[in-house]
């Protein structure tokens, strides 16, 4: 579970009901079904028909992704790619074949694959960036529905608070009314500006970084094969992916 995640937003929500009462107000008065559902279910419509079905599926499967994130471990990734490199090397390409089942990646377990069936250096090129650049663009495309509705959120709440205020204007021969319902309506702006800000934006950026931890990964997998299939010595392969990943080489053993 991603710690961070979970505190910033169980802070948020804190420092925002201490300030109310620091003001002298109190938790309940945030506290409006009628509003939540004006503004979560204004916006997930607004969502629904701003983004076609299967992204809608696939933005909402990706929550998981924030809170709890995949390990993509690059330094451990490189090490474990010189290992096949050395392998190789010293045994042929076909000794890696065992190590194909014992791979749980399964972008490197197909680039394995490829390495092993001897496929062409250009066409496992190809074959490895489209599979990549396709799994990216895809999450890109769904983790954007967070975005979305950050957008539409605000304006949704908005639209809950001038129905509020419509119907304390429907109340104006009672003056007891006024004052706790003009309160109930400007709940419904702070749903929508708070969901926006504290939840959906927040995990919209998150998710990105997520996808750009991914394709980092993805692509050291394949510049790490191709490596492989030019024959690159092992300390060289090391130099490029480290120089590649951003990270020093692993260090050697003594």
């Known amino acids: 579970m991603d710690i961070a995640t979970v505190a910033g ?7 925002i009901l201490v300030g109310q009462a620091l003001e002298g107000g ?33 933005g909402f499967g990706l929550l998981k992704v924030a809170v709890f994130p995949p ?3 690059v330094n451990a990734l490189v090490t474990l790619i010189l290992e096949y490199a050395a392998l190789a090397r010293k045994e042929g390409v076909l000794a890696l074949e065992p190590k194909i089942d014992q791979t749980k990646d399964p972008f490197l377990r197909r680039a394995l694959q490829l390495l092993v069936d001897g496929v062409d250096h250009a066409v496992t090129r190809d074959i490895l960036e489209e599979d990549c650049h396709h799994t990216i663009t895809t999450k890109l495309a769904a983790a954007k529905l967070w975005e979305t509705a950050g957008g ?9 608070a001038v129905l509020g205020l419509i119907h304390v204007m429907e109340n104006l021969s009672d003056p007891s009314k006024l004052g706790g319902g003009i309160a109930t309506a400007f709940v419904a702006t702070v749903y929508g500006v708070g969901l926006a800000n504290l939840v959906f934006l927040p995990i919209g950026s998150k998710l990105k970084t997520r996808i750009a931890h991914e394709k980092e990964f993805k692509t050291l997998i394949i510049e790490g094969i191709l490596g492989m299939q030019e024959g690159l010595p092992t300390s060289v392969l090391s130099e490029k992916l480290s120089a590649f990943s951003g990270h020093p080489p692993p260090a050697k053993k003594a």
Do not use: R
């Open 26 to 58: 109190h938790a309940g008065s945030l506290v409006q079904a009628t509003a939540f559902i004006i503004v979560a279910g204004g916006t997930l419509g607004a969502v629904a028909v701003a983004s076609p079905g299967k992204q809608l599926k696939q």
């Open 71 to 73: 390990k993509h471990d």
């Open 152 to 160: 539409f959120a605000p304006t949704v709440g908005i639209l809950g």
């Open 9 to 15: 937003l169980v802070g948020a929500i804190a420092a």
